[in-house]
């Protein structure tokens, strides 16, 4: 099936192959987001949904194909590049947060801006409105064990916020909230990226949440099989 392709995509995958052994996790993927454009990725389990978030992101090399982040293309950079890359231009939301435990959550929050060059005093003035913004202002000194699922999970959030990225891939981002908390916190999230032009990329199994996106991507068998796009 042909999805439609923006003019200018911030962030697009053309051709993407990329192959475990013998098998295909992708089989020649075209996606596109565009800014401030939120994009859901459904399919079953090991439909080729993380891999093509990893690799859009540069975690993974694709074995054929290009990426491309503002009409640049990324996927040939080198590993230090794409390193230097995530940090600076991407945001990151994993299932199990995957906060440092020797911080505290307004540290965790600022960890982006601090290792991009910024000062630690902007930084974690930044970090204590995030936190707020997401319902945490009293938890800033808190660290990770200090802290329930969801209250990490928004930690979490509000880090890959900080720095105001180009593209958020958000993997699971409401799978350890509840209901309520998942639903607030996405609004924030989504709210943000509007505001500063970030494309998201969502990969989650809710079809709750995936519905109430803009745009719904399905992926089966390492291909998409449908792009839908709200009229």
């Known amino acids: ?21 013998t098998e295909h996790a992708l089989a020649g993927v075209d996606i596109d987001v565009a800014a401030g454009e939120a994009t859901a990725i459904v399919g079953p389990s090991g439909s080729g949904k993380t891999s093509l978030l990893h ?24 590993e230090t590049k794409r390193s230097q890359l995530r940090q600076r231009e991407f945001g990151f939301v994993f299932q199990s947060g995957l906060l440092v435990d020797e911080l505290t959550a307004e540290e965790n929050v600022a960890l982006p801006t601090l290792l991009g060059g910024g000062r630690k005093a902007d930084a974690l003035r930044g970090a204590r409105e995030w936190l707020g913004r997401l319902g ?53 999230l989504l709210v943000t990226a509007r505001e500063t032009g970030a494309a998201v990329l969502i990969v989650t199994h809710d079809r709750e949440l995936a519905d109430s996106l803009p745009r719904i991507v399905s992926i089966r068998d390492g291909l998409i099989t449908s792009g839908v796009r709200a009229a």
């Open 136 to 188: 945490l202002g009293g938890f800033a000194s808190r660290r990770p064990g200090e802290l329930s699922g969801g209250e990490a999970q928004r930690v979490a959030i509000a880090r890959a916020l900080s720095h105001r990225p180009k593209v958020i891939f958000a993997d699971e981002p409401t799978g350890a909230l509840d209901t309520k908390t998942g639903r607030d916190t996405m609004d924030a």
């Open 55 to 78: 690799v859009l992101a540069g975690i993974l090399a694709p074995d054929a194909g290009q990426v491309f982040l503002a009409g640049q293309r990324i996927d040939q950079l080198s």
């Open 1 to 21: 099936m042909t999805h439609p392709l923006t003019a200018q995509p911030m962030l697009a995958g053309r051709g993407l192959i990329k192959r475990y052994g």
